[in-house]
């Protein structure tokens, strides 16, 4: 039906930069939110950041500054801009999308797979 996948991640030093990509495809009517999740090791996953179909973003506080998040309706894809790398942004970061498959009556959350982001030097 409707997969998510991520791609992007890798390792990277203190104060680097990296692109995350996040492609949705499958029975698609429409997409909604779009955002990212990471999880480093010992914790809970968390939002980093999402952006909303009408182009409103929020982020959480530890990224606020370094990252950005922007979407391609067209192309369906997400991406997170990570700037000003420190590692305890190390994680495994995960996209998200809310989305209207084109034979449901509902939104469904999906998640993808997930790329390990190690920043390290």
Not at 28 to 56: C, F, T
Not at 87 to 116: F, M, Q, V
């Amino acid at each position: 039906q409707v997969q998510l996948v991520e791609s992007g991640g890798g390792l990277v030093q203190p104060g680097g930069s990296l692109r995350l990509s996040c492609a949705a495809s499958g029975s698609i009517r429409s997409i909604y939110d779009m955002g990212w999740y990471r999880q480093a090791p010992g914790k809970q996953r968390e939002l980093v950041a999402n952006i909303y179909n009408g182009g409103n973003t929020n982020f959480a506080d530890p990224v606020k500054g370094r990252f950005s998040i922007s979407r391609d309706s067209a192309k369906n894809m997400v991406y997170l801009q990570m700037n000003s790398l420190k590692p305890e942004d190390t994680a495994i970061y995960y996209c998200n999308a809310e989305i209207l498959p084109t034979t449901s009556n509902y939104r469904i959350n999906y998640w993808g797979k997930g790329t390990l982001v190690t920043v390290s030097s």
